[in-house]
């Protein structure tokens, strides 16, 4: 999962060669400041917020309410979304996709890695020229409740670029001297002679050829292991240089109101729950508890992955998480009693599937900040489809362990004993659900909530969450929580450059002649929601293909409830698809497995989803009939 070169690629620093050995513990010193500096920054961003929205639940009780913690909300959103993106650049935490690059001989990969590196220096330096010019024209306007400038919310978008190119700069003093040496000056030579010649090639461009264009630079780029956060900004760059449709400044600004949006404040508070969870405890007692009620059933500990992740994945929102989560603590159960962890890697990754419209859901928040429909509608309406989904699993399982013997089942000791141990971290879905769905609060606030319950069971209850380790879960949560949220900013320009060049009105021109009925859109857009979640790490591709298709489904007839549903379980399922899903690869590092082995045993699994997939897409029911009877939707 590391995201930098493997260390075959990576020369030995210039400074830590013979000689220079003072000279290298000067830098050392300095780069561990900076890490140390952007983890102090983002690690106080997300608990000064938490604070914040605590104390304004607090003083909500009381009838007050501090409107304020709506812009603090917005400059902590900019802080952990640039500044814990850069941090998570650094940490190597970034998603990239490595088929294609892994496939190549050595040298070709060398030159894939430093020329990366080039393009991310680049991106860099470009947005940070941005941002300063950003910066300063807006230096006289002031937000109307804090009375504080507002270039202060710039100003993490500067510092963050700063940070990334410095990092790329260092990276590549890393790479192999040669392939340095010959990479870089040529391709800063292209980029110059592109540069100088701008007004001369430029007009010779046909009107859609910008668009092309950008999304060349998009997805050549990306299939060549650039992140997918800079892929994004690539291609929108490009098509901005080349078509000429507004300056570079606007994609600073795009950039900055991407994480606007205080829904996305959850994000970070599940994900540092999640981490909360798993460290104190809570989510080892819920796959016991799993164990106690399905380990009985033919195909005993597949079965408890797959209920252990339904259940585990109401807690965090995150599917990295839940993943670590319940793989870690089953694989030894797994390993002890014989059961092949290759197809253990498979369940879990189909389980981590069915569990995308669990609520609380990243996707489904990530979804919901960016079209019209309601969180708690696309909460309630989640549970089912992903119950169907799960039973469709189970039924594999038990199909393919027709050989095995039985499992005992749990004495009613063992079975008291076990539910009496998950029931406090059972407690906190439910209550984080019923929050959201019957409007006592915000999913932020519920959010908040969720990480002060986790930390009070986890550090006063179980005992098991010390100091050091919550902070080491709240470093680790921001940087992650950077990392997504620095990708959605630079998804939000690339969305708004592919409406600039009327993308989504050729789509509509493509299905209209086409002639797709409500079935036949339904069958069509999703293997390619797959492949492109696939692509894109699903909630990229959520944020970019919501806003374009939910008002093509609903034009055709399909539920736009429904059919976001739909959105999030294609999209996430695309994100373990083996050989270029990153959800996969994480689940195979979790169970210590080879990608070739539990890329064959998943085969079946693909096909089950597939069909569980087609099964909530083709009957709607699934998806309505809770929100419908809750009164979500008319």
């Not at 078509?243 to 829904?263: D, I, K, Q, R, Y």
């Not at 079965?303 to 339904?310: A, E, K, L, P």
């Not at 591709?541 to 539920?559: D, F, W, Y």
Request: charge should be neutral; proline fraction near 5%; charged fraction near 10%.
């Amino acid at each position: 999962m590391n995201h930098t070169p493997p260390n075959s690629t990576v020369a030995e620093h210039p400074l830590t060669s013979e000689g220079g050995h003072e000279s290298a513990g000067h830098i050392r010193h300095l780069l561990g400041a900076i890490d140390g500096t952007l983890k102090f920054i983002v690690g106080l961003a997300l608990f000064g917020e938490l604070g914040v929205v605590s104390i304004n639940i607090l003083a909500r009780s009381l009838g007050r309410s501090f409107i304020w913690s709506l812009e603090a909300a917005e400059l902590a959103l900019a802080i952990m979304a640039f500044v814990g993106g850069a941090l998570a650049y650094r940490r190597g935490e970034h998603a990239i996709v490595r088929t294609l690059i892994e496939a190549f001989p050595q040298v070709y990969r060398r030159a894939c890695y430093t020329l990366m590196e080039i393009l991310i220096f680049i991106i860099a330096v470009t947005m940070g020229l941005s941002s300063v010019q950003l910066f300063f024209a807006q230096w006289e306007q002031v937000t109307p409740l804090l009375q504080i400038r507002v270039s202060w919310f710039v100003l993490p978008l500067v510092l963050s670029m700063i940070v990334v190119a410095e990092t790329a700069v260092e990276r590549l003093l890393r790479q192999h001297r040669a392939t340095v040496f010959v990479v870089v000056p040529i391709f800063s030579l292209l980029v110059l002679i592109l540069v100088m010649g701008h007004d001369t090639w430029q007009p010779m461009l046909s009107s859609g050829m910008p668009a092309k264009l950008g999304v060349a630079l998009f997805l050549g780029p990306l299939l060549l292991g650039l992140p997918i956060g800079f892929a994004l900004l690539s291609g929108t760059m490009a098509f901005l240089f080349s078509s000429n449709a507004a300056p570079m400044v606007v994609l600073a600004n795009t950039m900055n109101h991407g994480t606007a949006n205080f829904v996305l404040l959850a994000l970070p508070f599940f994900i540092f729950a999640g981490l909360v969870m798993n460290e104190g405890g809570m989510s080892r007692r819920l796959v016991h508890m799993a164990h106690a009620f399905v380990g009985h059933l033919r195909g005993g500990l597949f079965q408890v992955m797959i209920v252990s992740m339904y259940i585990v994945s109401g807690l965090s929102g995150s599917k990295s998480a839940d993943v670590a989560a319940v793989g870690s603590v089953m694989r030894d159960m797994l390993h002890q009693e014989g059961y092949s962890l290759e197809r253990s890697t498979a369940v879990l990754s189909a389980s981590a599937v069915m569990g995308e419209t669990v609520p609380p859901s990243i996707a489904i928040l990530v979804l919901a900040s960016v079209t019209s429909l309601s969180t708690g509608a696309l909460f309630i309406g989640g549970l089912v489809p992903a119950a169907v989904i799960g039973l469709c699993l189970m039924v594999l399982v038990r199909f393919q362990s027709r050989r095995l013997q039985v499992g005992k089942r749990a004495s009613l000791h063992d079975f008291a004993k076990a539910a009496l141990g998950g029931i406090l971290p059972l407690i906190m879905p439910v209550l984080l659900i019923g929050g959201i769905v019957f409007g006592v609060a915000t999913p932020t606030e519920v959010a908040s909530f969720a990480v002060i319950y986790g930390l009070m069971l986890g550090a006063f209850i179980y005992q098991e969450l010390g100091f050091r380790t919550f902070l080491r879960c709240l470093v680790d949560s921001a940087s992650v929580s950077g990392m997504i949220l620095f990708v959605l900013a630079a998804a939000k320009c690339f969305s708004w450059a592919i409406s600039v060049a009327q993308l989504p009105q050729l789509l509509v021109t493509f299905l209209s002649e086409m002639q797709a009925g409500p079935v036949g859109f339904l069958l069509l857009s999703i293997p390619f929601l797959i492949v492109i979640g696939a692509i894109l790490e699903g909630l990229p591709a959520l944020l970019i293909l919501a806003p374009i298709l939910l008002p093509i489904a609903s034009q055709l007839g399909v539920n736009q409830l429904h059919y976001g549903i739909i959105l999030v379980i294609a999209t996430g399922f695309g994100s373990y698809l083996p050989a270029i899903g990153l959800g996969f690869y994480v689940a195979c590092v979790i169970l210590q497995t080879t990608i070739e082995g539990s890329g064959r045993a998943m085969v079946p699994y693909i096909i089950v989803l597939i069909l569980g997939l087609l099964l909530v897409a083709l009957v709607p029911w699934f998806t309505l009939f809770l929100p419908e009877a809750m009164h979500f939707v008319g």
